[in-house]
């Protein structure tokens, strides 16, 4: 031992080496599809108009690759008071067009002095999935109610298109429920139909959909406000129930 420099102890770099040991553990622990795979909201996202308002729902599960990422994700973001927006495709992509539409309208609004409408907001992320088409992977639906139109729902599909629409579905689990939908859907519903009919919805998805699960929530939009619903798991309806 060098008496004129002895070691000293460097906390900083114990703790490097420690994260290091880990990281290089985690290369043989974790499976390679989940190292590489972007984490994605593969999932079912409904959205349903009524007299008086919207329904909206969808599962919580996020998921990279068959990696569960997370079990209780909240898909239903708001973007005002009355206006959510329904998340489906990268997660990162999806949170960012969020956020960038919830600072433009909260611009909006103060410079307006009022709420902004639903179909503002549906045109503001429209753009953005228009836009940053060739780098994100984002479809998504903006549903809410505004004074002038009432309740109303917009599909924000990959590419950019905007369509209005009375009932819609996205994400990877809708691609089992679309003979759900069109064999059950009809206009002119109840509030209390069309919250069945996205519980129910959801729950089919979720059973045959690896990239849906977890719980279901639920959101009812309208003139006095938003409810939120959440039901678990063990809650749901019964698939022989249905």
Known sequence: MDILNPMTYDAEEDRLRERTKYSQMDKHLIPMEFQQQPVSTGTTIVAVEYDGGVIIGADTRTSSGTFVMNRFTDKLTPLTDRIFCLRSGSAADTQAIAQ??????????????????????????????????????????????????GGQVYSCPLGGLLVRQPVTLGGSGSTYIWGYLDNNYRPNMTKQECFDFVLKGITLAITRDGSSGGCARLAIINKDGVERVDVLGNDLPKVFDL
């Open 100 to 149: 960038v539409v919830q600072y433009q309208l909260d611009f909006l609004s103060a410079e307006m002095n009022e709420p902004p409408l639903v179909r503002i907001a549906a045109n503001c992320v429209r753009r953005l999935i228009y836009q940053y088409r060739d780098d994100f992977v984002a479809g998504m639906i903006v549903a809410g109610w505004d004074k002038k139109l």
